[in-house]
Structure formats: C-alpha cells, structure tokens
C-alpha cells in the first residue's frame, strides 16, 4: 500500500524558512521520481518542485531561487527547503510520485506564511 507521511509545516514570517519531510512507503523509492506539490484555498493542487532517481531536480517558476528539493533514498524522504518564504506560499503541502498519476495522497501539512 502507496503511502505519503508529510511533516514540518507550520506559521512562519516572511522571510523565513521551514523545512518539510516526507516518508514514503509501498513502492520503490529510490527508482521513483519524486515531486512536492501544494494547494492553496480555493485553488488547485500546483507542482512545486521534482527530484528523479539522479538527483536532477525541477522548480516551479515561483519557488526557483527559494526551494530546495532533496532525497534520501536509505530513508525512503524527499524533503523540501523552504527559504524566503512569502505569504503566497501558504498552502497544504504534500508530497507524492511525479512519474505515475497518484493515486492516493497523504493528509499534507499545512504551511502559512503570515506576520
């Protein structure tokens, strides 16, 4: 059974830095690309950032400069640095493959960006 345990959000100021973990199970990870997405209210889930089996990563426009995506394949984690955080980074975010359509998603963790 695929599952996603995300963790490490919280409120922050802008400006600041958090740091999201995601343990993953049921599948191959260390093979698998893996992707960090978010959903903020109202709107709809939005890929943030990717990281394949090579450790090549891809961004969103919005976070590139900020984020950093990153994997520890003895762990089955991908992790999410946050830097710079704005409030347009607020969202629930969750992690989950970005080479097969995802079929189930773990609870998120939330992440507000707010003074």
């Known amino acids: 059974q695929v599952q996603f345990v995300e963790s490490g959000g919280g409120l922050v100021q802008p400006g600041g830095s958090l740091r999201l973990s995601c343990a993953a199970s049921g599948f191959i990870f260390s093979g698998s690309v893996m992707a960090w997405y978010r959903q903020a209210p109202g709107k709809q889930r939005e890929l943030v950032a990717t990281i394949n089996k090579f450790v090549s990563t891809t961004y969103a426009d919005s976070v590139k400069g900020r984020f950093r995506i990153s994997r520890d394949n003895a762990k089955n984690t991908v992790y999410l640095q946050m830097n710079s955080l704005k409030p347009e980074d607020t969202a629930v975010y969750y992690c989950?493959?970005?080479?097969?359509?995802?079929?189930?998603w773990g609870q998120g963790t939330q992440v507000t960006v707010s003074s």
């Open positions: 989950n493959r970005a080479d097969r359509i995802p079929t189930s």
